[in-house]
């Protein structure tokens, strides 16, 4: 069975700091990765994903992720945070040998002062 | 082009009463999900469905079906319901039924379902 994890249930940064989002996984074989953001009463926005290839993913909005297979992990960065960036952040995930359902982590709230 | 939509947005239904909650993809998707996102949780996974077929089902009681139509819209039933099954359910569209594939999922706003 696969697991995300979100080690942090908020994250704080004044705006114009580095912004970064932990998550760890675990899954059998190779994963599929994902971010989502979601914003008060809406649905779920794809930031970025990990399929294969280059270990750094850049997305939506100038976030970033680093796959990292020997620590199972897959942090969201960005250099440099907006107040708008001030939402609920998902990890996923999804093996490549079931690849059809994303399994998510409980979700990090962000909040950006300014 | 309209994204993922959801019908309806928000319902109130009564313990033990059936409900029914659509999902229109975009158009030319031919993959609809459907996820339940109870109250300070990540979404869970309940059914995929693809070309009108069941493809996956989640850990979920038999009170929850759906179905696809020809149009690839879909409907998600659930019936006896339960305090527990307050939720936002989403649904999710895309092109093929993987989730690595290039085009990947695109999710609706949800319909949130409050029963009492």
């Known amino acids: 069975a696969q697991s995300v994890a979100q080690p942090e249930d908020q994250v704080n940064v004044a705006e114009g700091n580095p912004l970064t989002v932990k998550c760890t996984y675990s899954?059998?074989?190779?994963?599929?990765l994902f971010w989502y953001v979601q914003y008060p009463n809406r649905g779920l926005q794809f930031l970025l994903k990990y399929i294969t290839g280059d270990n750094l993913v850049k997305g939506s909005y100038g976030f970033e992720a680093e796959f990292n297979k020997s620590q199972t992990s897959f942090h969201l960065k960005k250099p440099s945070a907006l107040v708008s960036d001030s939402a609920l952040y998902f990890c996923?995930?999804?093996?490549?040998?079931?690849?059809?359902?994303?399994?998510f982590g409980a979700g990090t709230t962000v909040t950006v002062r300014a | 082009d309209a994204g993922v939509t959801q019908s309806p947005t928000h319902l109130i239904k009564t313990r033990g009463q059936h409900v029914t909650l659509r999902c229109s993809p975009i158009?030319?998707?031919?993959?609809v999900s459907w996820y339940q996102q109870v109250l300070g949780q990540g979404p869970q996974f309940i059914f995929q469905?693809?070309?009108?077929?069941?493809?996956g089902r989640g850990n979920f009681p038999d009170r929850f079906s759906a179905r696809q139509f020809p149009n690839y819209s879909s409907e998600l039933n659930v019936n006896a319901l339960l305090l527990g099954d307050s939720a936002l359910y989403l649904c999710a569209s895309s092109f093929d039924y993987v989730t690595g594939d290039n085009y990947g999922y695109t999710f609706g706003s949800g319909t949130r379902l409050t029963v009492v």
């Open positions: 996923a995930v999804s093996p490549r040998s079931n690849d059809y359902k994303l399994s």
């Open positions: 158009s030319g998707h031919k993959s």
């Open positions: 469905y693809y070309e009108k077929e069941e493809r």
């Open positions: 899954v059998s074989g190779n994963p599929y």
